[in-house]
């Protein structure tokens, strides 16, 4: 177990050591580089998930060029001398894609999944101006909706791979929250925050520890269906999976574990009438 994890950092560490900055301070990665530190031997053998990963980029509405740049890579040779050779300069979206489309098998690639994930998310919620002009509890409003939707889907998929009841369905979300707050359930959660009987704990969660929740719902449904995982027990432990891993990377980012954030002064149903009065008084 120690092993594995050792195995998990030391590859966060090579995505970081490999990470460049452009004059303007942007950052990218190499792709010759990446094909190494991915574990592809040979570049050929890397420009199939290139190129699957630029048609998810197009498909998702974004500008392929923005994210694939074309250039080329100083290369090194048995000889001790380097050699130009044709690369692109990847964004952290890019890289993302890539790993996404990558050999899930390989240890690297899993690891690569969760790494530019979380970068990627992060990422994005800094460069919303708007998000971040918000105030804490119209965050935590804005990503408890969020989570609603996207629980939604979890629903969804979750059926498919064979959770039927509200019972099962029960059972397969304690797994997810088991995972990321190690070991502690929703009943677990709901003490150990101090809750009163009729309060949610999503409704009592801080924004930091709803985006870790919200992380752990989308990507416990793309698995889901991406590797068309069938069966309640498989679906279980996937959720438990994701939820471990998402709980390994906030360690290793050095964050605060989910369970010992603050919890709120105000419930965010109490919060949102209050958005709500404020939004009608300005109305009038």
Same mark, same amino acid.
């Given at each position: 177990?120690?092993?594995?994890?050792?195995?998990?950092?030391?590859?966060?560490?090579?995505?970081?050591?490999?990470?460049?900055?452009?004059?303007?301070?942007?950052?990218?990665?190499?792709?010759?580089?990446?094909?190494?530190?991915?574990?592809?031997?040979?570049?050929?053998?890397?420009?199939?998930?290139?190129?699957? @990963? $630029?048609? =998810?980029?197009?498909?998702?509405? $974004?500008?392929?060029?923005?994210?694939?740049?074309?250039?080329?890579?100083?290369?090194?040779?048995?000889?001790? @001398?380097?050699?130009?050779?044709?690369? %692109?300069?990847?964004?952290?979206? =890019?890289? %993302?894609?890539?790993? $996404?489309?990558?050999?899930?098998?390989?240890?690297?690639?899993?690891?690569?999944?969760? %790494?530019?994930?979380?970068?990627?998310?992060?990422?994005?919620?800094?460069?919303?101006?708007?998000?971040?002009?918000?105030?804490?509890?119209?965050?935590?409003?804005?990503?408890?909706?969020?989570?609603? /939707?996207?629980?939604?889907?979890?629903?969804?998929?979750?059926?498919?791979?064979?959770?039927?009841?509200?019972?099962?369905?029960?059972?397969?979300?304690?797994?997810?929250?088991?995972?990321? %707050? *190690?070991?502690?359930?929703?009943? *677990?959660?709901?003490?150990?925050?101090?809750?009163?009987?009729?309060? $949610?704990?999503?409704?009592?969660?801080?924004?930091?520890?709803?985006?870790?929740?919200?992380?752990? @719902?989308?990507?416990?449904?793309?698995?889901?269906?991406?590797?068309?995982?069938?069966?309640?027990?498989?679906?279980?432990?996937?959720?438990?999976?994701?939820?471990?891993?998402?709980?390994?990377?906030?360690? /290793?980012?050095?964050?605060?574990?989910?369970?010992?954030?603050?919890?709120?002064?105000?419930?965010?149903?109490?919060?949102?009438?209050?958005?709500?009065?404020?939004?009608?008084?300005?109305?009038?």
């Amino acid at each position: 177990m120690m092993k594995h994890t050792n195995i998990e950092i030391k590859h966060h560490q090579t995505f970081e050591s490999i990470k460049q900055l452009d004059k303007n301070g942007t950052e990218f990665w190499m792709a010759r580089q990446l094909a190494k530190i991915l574990d592809y031997s040979e570049y050929r053998n890397f420009l199939p998930v290139i190129n699957k @990963a $630029q048609k =998810a980029c197009a498909n998702s509405g $974004q500008i392929v060029d923005n994210h694939f740049v074309e250039m080329h890579e100083m290369v090194p040779l048995g000889s001790g @001398a380097e050699r130009r050779m044709e690369s %692109y300069a990847l964004s952290r979206y =890019a890289c %993302y894609l890539i790993v $996404q489309n990558g050999d899930p098998l390989k240890p690297v690639i899993a690891n690569g999944q969760t %790494y530019f994930a979380m970068q990627t998310r992060r990422q994005e919620l800094a460069d919303d101006e708007s998000f971040q002009r918000l105030q804490e509890n119209e965050k935590r409003l804005f990503l408890r909706r969020e989570m609603k /939707e996207h629980n939604k889907k979890l629903v969804e998929a979750a059926q498919k791979a064979g959770i039927e009841s509200n019972l099962d369905f029960a059972i397969f979300q304690n797994h997810g929250y088991q995972g990321l %707050y *190690g070991g502690l359930d929703a009943k *677990g959660i709901h003490a150990h925050k101090g809750l009163k009987k009729n309060q $949610q704990i999503l409704d009592n969660m801080g924004s930091t520890e709803l985006a870790a929740n919200l992380f752990r @719902a989308t990507q416990t449904e793309e698995k889901l269906r991406r590797e068309n995982i069938q069966g309640k027990d498989k679906a279980n432990n996937t959720h438990y999976e994701v939820g471990k891993k998402v709980r390994q990377t906030i360690k /290793e980012l050095g964050g605060t574990m989910p369970e010992n954030l603050p919890t709120p002064d105000e419930d965010l149903k109490k919060v949102e009438k209050q958005i709500n009065s404020q939004k009608k008084l300005k109305r009038k």
